[in-house]
């Protein structure tokens, strides 16, 4: 296994961001519990554990490689059942110690997996439709379950500092979780974001820093202190410790399907931001078939875009394997990626799977959001406007079959995005206080 | 056992209202479980289980009575733990079916019951410090839980509209349940709510009237129209389905002790609007005594109010037993109830457990919000904030025990009062995006 040390870096950025901390960091196997190393996704080439995130032979991402526990499946499954309601009743398939529900984190995890019989009515849905609501987790998103794990990375690395740059949820979800766990936190966003996010960033405590400059300034930025003497001991959970980060999004493979019975759903409908959550749950679903607590069949994989940044549903539709970067201009924020990282492989995956990538309009996103809160209840942020829409345009193209089990994510919480819905959300009536008022109004 | 018939009644507007309904409904014993009867909570009158809510002899509240399952504690517990991870874990315990689960919900409860290390050693608290926080609710409120009771009694009573008065956290709570389990809902709302509180209430589809007046004139218009035959099969959740909808606040007391390991706790301090949570809570735990699922022991509880609106704690250092109404004048508005119906109860319960009421202003509100943002990362709504300040103010007077083990209530989340850190909550700095800007700021 190679050691990820300088001599083996072509390009100096990069390396010297790549192997920042390593050298100081003392880490035990015990510490990430079945993970053995960091493996290529590109060359293949090992790495030992450490906070790094690009391959030291061919800059490829670096992700989690694992010694699952194999052989008993049976004693697997009552394992996990006994376990606590959160993602930590999956530690034995995480790059976690195996005592880490006992360690200060706000346990994120084990949403509502809920049965959408009445969206599915209006869909024509004969099957089963599931949605997973993610808005359950303890900041309201699923960026929970991914800083939960860097948390716990953060911890065995020494790292003293959380940091990371931020629109939205995840500004929350780091101030949250390091309030949590004791932690010192120092979040980057824009100068300018609005003041209702401001204060959901800022409400924990932690150093919230803004940057004269828009979203690239602010990533350009945390780039250069990654690699500077001052941001020594910090850990930015999507940067240095973005290949732990990514695994917290296996959960919701591994959920999903224990709260089916452990059954594979036949298809999935994934939001696309990096792309990083979809590729995960597709590595969680494979490693549940391998570890054989799932019947080994096909299953679906769709990827959700909104229109206004849409470049893997474009590369998708085009039949590309390249995609090729978007300004976005879309009310889903939290999907706003113009340049994802991870496009590629969604590409591959969707393709592979029998899936598909596709796009819909802001108004179509807003009238998701309407739809699934009528029907189920559920206040979804923007970005389950989009798997919602898609779903609906999937299901009218004749893309994803009706008959089966379909699973659709929400990710996040329509608080978080009122301004979305708001100029078509309202009252039915405004009456005076009189019953006469209100047979006039024709409510009775 | 009285049937609540007109005859019984001699005041005519309250009888119209308390009988509405009871004869056109059909309802079979298994319909509500354990629950036996309605039963006067001042003369002990009882009645049979039917949407009334006032006596038919004195005028007195009325609450559920039961028959509980007593005798095989451990099997009961057993059966517990095997329930769903929501509040129909403790159907056996509340006025619902048996397979009330598999009925159309939010599936609210199951909170976490977080350990406050870091809020403790804030506070000097040397035992056991938890936080209750029910923001992980759907609707993230406790509102979740009794809505969720009161729809199951209207599905039983045949109601095909849900309905309440509301300013905030019930209108969603309503409207979320109402869509998921197929109802019709019409909420009334003061016509000049802010923007995003209407959003909130508007979203889930149903009918949204504003009403041209402020809350009182809301809640003295639905009293007319419960009386009146254009409310025929409306079931006003906290109105004529009210004894049902305050059961729900038991599975708190429920969900605390089984989190604790079946553990009583030492004290627990709950914010009061009505007051009716604190008094079912109260409930709640003498239940798990009575049926040995505790060990019987002395618990203490105490009541949280802003200084704005402090008519129960205002009574309580006055040593009255009766509690004078208030103008609410408080940031706090989820409590912001001049006139507490259950203020009475709550006395009496604080004074008989050895516990306290106490109040804090609202500087001191938000001050709490923040610390418990900074220690815990947990985001609570203004009532969190109280019942946080409040146990801060009741260590340094003395009067909550440090050493023992302590459960505070954040009923809320803070997403839907931002205004009210909003002025006080920023970035620590506003960087140009460089390394030199960020070493000048003193970050590094």
């Known amino acids: 296994m190679a050691k990820c040390v300088p001599r083996k870096m072509r390009r100096k950025g990069l390396a010297s961001m790549a192997v920042q901390s390593v050298e100081s960091s003392t880490t035990s196997a015990a510490a990430f519990g079945p993970a053995v190393a960091l493996s290529c996704r590109e060359c293949g080439e090992r790495f030992d554990l450490g906070p790094i995130f690009a391959c030291g032979s061919c800059f490829g991402p670096l992700e989690v490689a694992y010694d699952l526990p194999s052989g008993d499946p049976e004693g697997l499954r009552k394992q996990i059942e006994a376990g606590p309601d959160n993602i930590w009743r999956y530690a034995p398939l995480l790059p976690v110690p195996a005592d880490v529900a006992a360690l200060p984190s706000l346990s994120p995890g084990f949403t509502q997996l809920v049965k959408a019989d009445r969206l599915a009515r209006e869909l024509g849905v004969t099957g089963e439709l599931h949605v997973k609501d993610d808005s359950g987790n303890p900041t309201h998103s699923f960026k929970d379950r991914v800083v939960a794990i860097a948390v716990q990375a953060a911890r065995t690395f020494g790292f003293t500092t959380l940091s990371c740059s931020s629109t939205g949820n995840l500004a929350g979800a780091v101030g949250a979780a390091a309030a949590r766990a004791g932690f010192r936190s120092c979040v980057f966003i824009p100068h300018d974001l609005e003041a209702g996010k401001v204060v959901m960033a800022a409400v924990y405590g932690g150093e919230l820093v803004g940057i004269e400059g828009n979203y690239d300034d602010v990533n350009r930025f945390c780039s250069e202190l990654i690699g500077d003497p001052a941001g020594e001991g910090w850990g930015f959970v999507n940067v240095n410790l973005r290949p732990y980060y990514g695994e917290g999004s296996k959960t919701l493979a591994y959920e999903i399907c224990e709260q089916l019975g452990w059954r594979l759903p036949d298809q999935i409908v994934i939001p696309i931001a990096s792309g990083s959550q979809l590729t995960k749950i597709d590595k969680g679903l494979k490693e549940l078939i391998k570890l054989g607590l799932v019947e080994d069949k096909p299953y679906k994989i769709f990827g959700a875009q909104a229109e206004g940044c849409s470049p893997v549903s474009t590369a998708f539709k085009a039949g590309h394997d ?80 009706p008959s089966l089990t379909t699973v659709v994510l929400n990710t996040g919480d329509g608080l978080k995005t009122l301004d979305a819905v708001a100029p078509t959300t309202g009252p039915s009536a405004i009456i005076r206080p009189t019953l006469d008022s209100f047979r006039e109004a024709g409510l009775a």
Chains 1, 2 share one sequence.
């Open 322 to 401: 390249v995609v090729r970067p978007q300004k976005p201009n879309t009310i889903a924020k939290s999907l706003a990626i113009g340049n994802p990282a991870d496009g590629p492989y969604v590409l591959d995956i969707a393709r592979r799977t029998g899936g598909a990538v596709e796009d819909v309009t802001d108004e179509q996103v807003v009238d998701a959001i309407k739809l699934l809160a009528r029907t189920e209840g559920i206040f979804a942020e923007t970005a389950g406007g989009v798997t919602v829409g898609v779903t609906k345009k999937l299901i009218e193209d004749g893309l994803l079959d």
